[in-house]
């Protein structure tokens, strides 16, 4: 049995789906939101015989890694995340690049020559690698509008993978895969009337026009950090919006914090323990960085140019903010 196991965001979603179009395979789908990288725990190693692993960290999932490889299952591993020591196995074949500015569909995209790009294009744009997602679309000839649709169609997958569980978001990961199977070409499905494309705009103009209130926590030269309220459109627009300050000041670090849910108070416990789950973005100046000063907290982990905390108690908060503005103020 064949398993494919992949991130729910943007870029592991359009990562299978490039493989999958070009190289069709009945299998086992084990995916989540985008913060559940710890995925490939969940494959069934008395029934597996390949694995696929798309866009999650080699080094958080490094022991079910090791099972599998122990049990001899084939594995194929693509990622641009810290990756830790990589196991010495034939059975493993890996495509990892933790440069700042590839992601894992650029890496599948490359693997496979190019068959979909446009798909890349729209993953490495959801991913806020602009200048590579720019670089790729002029070499391939795409127009500024059809770069401009396919920016937007990258940012609202990416979006719909954000939140504490399934359940805050608009499409399970799996589901909006499957869907996004039947568009070989994406400009067929941003054509076509009410598709998913429109179906993730309207959700997303929503939840960023809420976004905009953000409380400002801090703000210095090097690093801003703001809180979205305790809600399920905060939780789904937490990474996106960091993007979007990023963006907007691209010499500056970007902190987005949102309260767990696990947070409210219950009648056992009036006052329980706070914590925030946090996205942090390096300057997209100065991409590098975030994904070590992240994994200084446990919970925490990323890549060079964008990583975050799940549990970051409150009373660590201040301590987190001075480690991002010491490495980036220079």
Request: glycine letters at 6%; hydrophobic letters at 40%.
């Amino acid at each position: 049995m064949h398993y494919d196991v992949f991130n729910g965001d943007a870029d592991g979603i359009i990562a299978l789906l490039q493989l999958r179009l070009a190289k069709p395979k009945e299998s086992v789908l084990i995916t989540g939101v985008k913060r559940d990288i710890s995925l490939l725990k969940q494959v069934d190693i008395t029934t597996a015989t390949s694995v696929a692993v798309l866009d999650i960290s080699l080094e958080k999932n490094i022991q079910p890694l090791q099972a599998l490889l122990d049990k001899q299952v084939e594995v194929f591993y693509v990622d641009h995340h810290r990756t830790g020591e990589i196991p010495n196995s034939a059975k493993l074949t890996t495509l990892l690049n933790t440069d700042a500015n590839t992601c894992t569909s650029l890496l599948i995209n490359d693997f496979l020559q190019g068959q979909y790009a446009s798909w890349a294009i729209a993953a490495a744009f959801g991913d806020n690698m602009q200048a590579s997602a720019t670089a790729l679309a002029d070499k391939t000839g795409l127009t500024k509008t059809e770069q401009a649709q396919l920016n937007e169609l990258g940012i609202y997958i990416n979006y719909n993978g954000y939140g504490a569980s399934v359940d805050d978001l608009h499409f399970h990961p799996a589901d909006l895969y499957q869907a996004l199977l039947k568009y070989p070409d994406p400009f067929t499905l941003i054509n076509e009337k009410g598709s998913l494309f429109w179906q993730l705009k309207q959700a997303y103009l929503a939840d960023m026009a809420k976004a905009q209130s953000a409380k400002v926590i801090s703000e210095q030269i090097s690093v801003k950090a703001v809180q979205l309220a305790d809600e399920a459109w905060a939780r789904r627009v937490s990474g996106v919006f960091g993007n979007d300050l990023a963006n907007q000041s691209p010499d500056r670090a970007h902190i987005v914090l949102t309260l767990n849910k696990e947070n409210k108070p219950t009648e056992e416990q009036e006052s329980p323990s706070l914590s925030y789950t946090v996205s942090l973005r390096a300057p997209l100046n100065n991409k590098q960085g975030a994904g070590d000063i992240c994994s200084l907290f446990p919970t925490g982990g990323g890549r060079a140019a964008a990583a975050g905390i799940n549990v970051l108690p409150v009373g660590r908060l201040e301590e987190f903010i001075e480690q991002v503005k010491n490495y980036y103020q220079g």
